[in-house]
T-cell receptor
Framework: NAGVTQTPKFRVLKTGQSMTLLCAQD?????MYWYRQDPGMGLRLIHY???????AKGEVPDGYNVSRLKKQNFLLGLESAAPSQTSVYFC???????????????FGPGTRLTVL | GENVEQHPSTLSVQEGDSAVIKCTYS??????FPWYKQELGKRPQLIID?????GEKKDQRIAVTLNKTAKHFSLHITETQPEDSAVYFCAASKRVNYGGATNKLIFGTGTLLAVQP
């Protein structure tokens, strides 16, 4: 049981280049999330998904797109990378409990992205 | 939208002392408050959480208290050990509906805890 995995672990891009970050989970979770982590700013939600084929915007969605074609995978795309997108990106997933309150999100190991 | 403030940003304690980290939230509809620990270079991991129908929750050396009226919640670590050194994040969320339903976590900015041997 690998939990939540992310590829790649590190990447350096030039301004204007595009790339896709892949998140995979083997826990049969309904919900998946993409966050970015910047020094002094905590974790900020970029996009999330409540199930296969559905996505929604988080706090900081501009410059990113996502797709959830399979339940176990959640892809984050940068169409034209900018230096402001230099960050550590974390994927997370969680169960759908049907409860009125939240539950644990399981995080991947992160992807460190540098845009020059 | 929801805003979560966390204090202090850094905290240094002697081994064996207690540590307290405080967070306030803005949205009175928030109903779930987790705390995550992140060691250097690692992923965040949940250490304890509390829901709005509970005022306090304990798990060995860690405890969380929630004051819904004042809209603040706190993490308490007793008998601190060097392995407690990490960045701690509080978060808050409320149930939102989008087709199904999910919870969008809003995180505080983190507290770097250093436990001196």
């Amino acid at each position: 049981n690998a939990g939540v995995t992310q590829t790649p672990k590190f990447r350096v891009l030039k301004t204007g280049q595009s790339m896709t970050l892949l998140c995979a989970q083997d826990m049969n979770h309904e919900y998946m999330y993409w966050y970015r982590q910047d020094p002094g700013m905590g974790l900020r939600l970029i996009h999330y998904s409540v199930g296969e084929g559905t996505t929604a915007k988080g706090e900081v969605p501009d410059g990113y797109n996502v797709s959830r074609l399979k339940k176990q995978n959640f892809l984050l795309g940068l169409e034209s990378a900018a230096p402001s997108q230099t960050s550590v990106y974390f994927c997370a997933s969680s169960y759908s409990t049907g409860l009125p309150a939240g539950n644990e999100q399981f995080f991947g190991p992160g992807t460190r992205l540098t845009v020059l | 939208g929801e805003n979560v403030e966390q204090h202090p940003s850094t905290l240094s304690v002697q081994e064996g002392d207690s540590a307290v980290i405080k967070c306030t939230y803005s949205d009175s509809a928030s109903n779930y408050f987790p705390w995550y620990k992140q060691e250097l270079g690692k992923r965040p991991q949940l250490i304890i959480d509390i829901r709005s129908n509970v005022g306090e929750k304990k798990d060995q050396r860690i405890a969380v208290t929630l004051n819904k009226t004042a809209k603040h919640f706190s993490l308490h670590i007793t008998e601190t050990q060097p392995e407690d050194s990490a960045v701690y994040f509080c978060a808050a969320s409320k149930r939102v509906n989008y087709g199904g339903a999910t919870n969008k976590l809003i995180f505080g900015t983190g507290t770097l805890l250093a436990v001196q041997p």
